[in-house]
T-cell receptor, first 112, second 113 residues
């Protein structure tokens, strides 16, 4: 069936460096995409979202890029901090009352 | 965003028993969903909790195993019935308003022995 997947299960970066987490999706009808951060023992925390009529959206230290041609989504985190260590999930939905389809997750490790 | 709480936060249960998980939101929300997160894995949608009608289940999930209630716009329950060790997971509720963004509760960590 349709799915959302990630290229790298684990990403290790030095504190202060920028990190990029990638996600591929296969449902061409996907209309809305969200990135979540999940720390150990907690529920997923909303980071940033983007709609299919956009190709870039920026937040505080985070940027999401959407390439609909190749069905690719990425999350860029600038100047990583120890608190950024977590598992990051991309999720997609067709919108409206639909639930979310999640990718496999990437464990981001920030090294001092 | 809404403040979402879940009870219990964790539990250890014996196989064959059932556990009901509660999800409470501090404001009225349009949509409520239940997800399962198996150990070390991603989240999978179980069902959409519909207020005043039967829940809508995803493929692979059935009402007899995961009965859901949603009596009003701020509360829902998920029951995990006749549990087996394979049901050991984190169960999460999420809420959505008129936008597609969903916000998650802290989760209920279930271990079945």
């Amino acid at each position: 069936g349709e799915s959302v997947g990630l290229h790298l299960p684990t990403l290790s970066v030095q504190e202060g460096d920028n990190s990029i987490i990638n996600c591929a999706y296969s449902n061409s009808a996907s209309d809305y995409f969200i990135w979540y951060k999940q720390e150990s023992g907690k529920g997923p925390q909303f980071i940033i979202d983007i709609r299919s009529n956009m190709d870039k959206r920026q937040g505080q230290r985070v940027t999401v890029l959407l390439n609909k041609t190749v069905k690719h989504l990425s999350l860029q985190i600038a100047a990583t901090q120890p608190g950024d260590s977590a598992v990051y999930f991309c999720a997609e939905t067709g919108g409206g009352a639909d639930g979310l389809t999640f990718g496999k997750g990437t464990h981001l490790i920030i090294q001092p | 965003s809404a403040v979402i709480s879940q009870k219990p936060s964790r539990d250890i249960c014996q196989r064959g028993t059932s556990l009901t998980i509660q999800c409470q939101v501090d404001s009225q929300v349009t949509m409520m969903f239940w997800y399962r997160q198996q150990p070390g894995q991603s989240l999978t949608l179980i069902a959409t909790a519909n207020q005043g009608s039967e829940a809508t289940y995803e493929s692979g999930f059935v009402i007899d195993k995961f009965p859901i209630s949603r009596p009003n716009l701020t509360f829902s329950t998920l029951t995990v019935s006749n549990m087996s060790p394979e049901d050991s997971s984190i169960y999460l509720c999420s809420v959505g308003t008129n936008q597609e963004t969903q916000y998650f509760g802290p989760g209920t960590r279930l271990l079945v022995l």
